[in-house]
């Protein structure tokens, strides 16, 4: 049993930010089912480099997931695309508010349809307020929200700001929207209603800021509060240090115990990061990571992707699978990482091809026969992989 696995999910979304959120649903046993133009979405070539003609980010965000090709400019698109709205729980898009509107897909419509369904909108500045309509990807919401200027401080207190690497002002509010909609399924589940949640990536990038409530507490931007009370990122010899072979560690020696196995290792009654930094250098990465590991200091050899992969624990945990891709053969990867003892979550499917399932879910599903499936691959109405 899969937690999710009565559950069907109409995937309008088309960049990062959304996929995500569905593959959470997909990987957890929701039938999720991409909706894209006939065309394709936006994120199937987004990267250059293509892999079985998608892009890595593509691969990495659309397991476990069935693609539909609609035209939902056309009538016929429109009308077949309600008609899965009837026989689905979850409708989420990550368009620029207004689309779904313009489409005659808004929440009202969804709602009419199927008064059951949960309706998540994902969006850079959520669907109401002054900034509702730019359109926003991840690094508008970190800049906006405190993450791109503080990430630059840890730096050079003095220099530009620097942007996070990856797309957590995506990845991060797309988990917040995989949670509130299962969180939706259960008020559903009690009481037969679905309802409308709209999920902005600058909201949730300015929850996660926790130097936002150090602010709002002291009145004090991050670097003056640090100052004023010598905070540093934990303690005072903690942080990235280079070791004799070139490699680096990162060392987090916060709290007193931290301070007094460093104090009886090297022997002194204070430590500074210079002392530590010193007895790194006389060491390779992994002999100081074996070093203070064993000792008990949360340390980490810091990787580079390659690393990352090749790395014992990470295989031990379970967190690689092998897919069968139809064009791109067998690819190793990334399985759900979280752990659950009854209902455990697994990458069990590749990513899909562009309409590799049109066929299925509108014959099977909806019970469109085969020469009226023609018909509308002809039209342009929908397409086949
Ligand atoms: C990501 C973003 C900037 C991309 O902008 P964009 O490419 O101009 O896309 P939009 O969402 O504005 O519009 C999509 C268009 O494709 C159309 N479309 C989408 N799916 C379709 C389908 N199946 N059939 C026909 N048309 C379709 C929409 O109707 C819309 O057309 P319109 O502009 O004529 O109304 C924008 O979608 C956005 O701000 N999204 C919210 C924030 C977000 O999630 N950002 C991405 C994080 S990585």
Redesign the pocket.
């Known amino acids: 049993m899969k937690i999710l696995d009565d559950i069907r999910v109409l995937d309008?979304?088309?960049?990062?930010?959304?996929p995500w959120t569905t593959m959470m649903l997909a990987e957890m046993g929701a039938e999720v089912i991409r909706?894209?133009?006939?065309w394709g979405?936006?994120d199937r070539m987004a990267e250059g480099a293509l892999f079985g003609g998608s892009s890595y980010t593509f691969h990495h965000l659309n397991l476990n997931k069935k693609d539909v090709?609609?035209?939902?400019?056309k009538p016929e698109?429109l009308e077949i695309f309600k008609a899965l709205v009837k026989k689905s729980d979850v409708v989420v898009q990550?368009?620029?508010?207004?689309?779904m509107e313009?489409?005659g897909l808004g929440y009202d419509v969804l709602k009419e349809l199927n008064p059951g369904i949960v309706y998540a909108a994902?969006?850079?500045f959520g669907q109401t307020g002054p900034y509702t309509k730019?359109?926003?990807?991840?690094m508008i919401a970190e800049a906006m929200s405190g993450h791109t200027r503080l990430t630059g401080e840890r730096v050079d207190p003095e220099g530009p700001p620097i942007e996070m690497a990856q797309?957590y002002?995506?990845l991060g509010p797309g988990t917040m929207a995989a949670m509130c909609i299962i969180g939706a399924l259960r008020y559903k589940d009690r009481t037969g209603l679905g309802q409308a949640i709209d999920v902005a990536?600058l909201d949730c990038m300015t929850a996660y800021n926790t130097s936002i409530t150090g602010y709002l507490l002291s009145g004090m931007r991050p670097l003056e509060l640090r100052k004023k009370y010598s905070m540093g990122r934990g303690g005072n010899f903690s942080g990235l240090m280079k070791a004799k072979d070139g490699g680096w560690i990162r060392l987090a020696g916060f709290g007193p115990r931290s301070q007094d196995m460093m104090k009886k290792y090297l022997d002194v009654e204070e430590v500074t990061k210079e002392m530590v930094e010193e007895e790194v250098a006389g060491m390779t990465r992994d002999e100081a990571v074996e070093l203070f590991t064993g000792m008990g200091f949360p340390c980490a050899p810091v990787y580079h992707v390659d690393e990352t992969v090749a790395d014992p624990h990470l295989a031990a945990r379970d967190m690689w699978v092998e897919v069968e891709h139809p064009r791109a053969g067998k690819l190793k990867q990334i399985n759900f990482p979280v752990k659950m003892s009854e209902t455990p979550a697994k990458v069990v499917s590749h990513a899909p091809l562009l309409g590799e399932h049109s066929k299925e879910v509108l014959t099977e599903m909806l019970g469109v026969s085969e020469e009226r499936f023609t018909e509308l691959v002809k039209a342009g109405v929908t397409s086949t992989a």
């Open positions: 309008l979304t088309h960049v990062w930010f959304g909706v894209e133009p006939p979405s936006i090709t609609l035209d939902l400019k698109g990550n368009f620029s508010p207004g689309t313009r489409l994902l969006s850079g730019r359109r926003s990807f991840a797309a002002g995506d990536q």
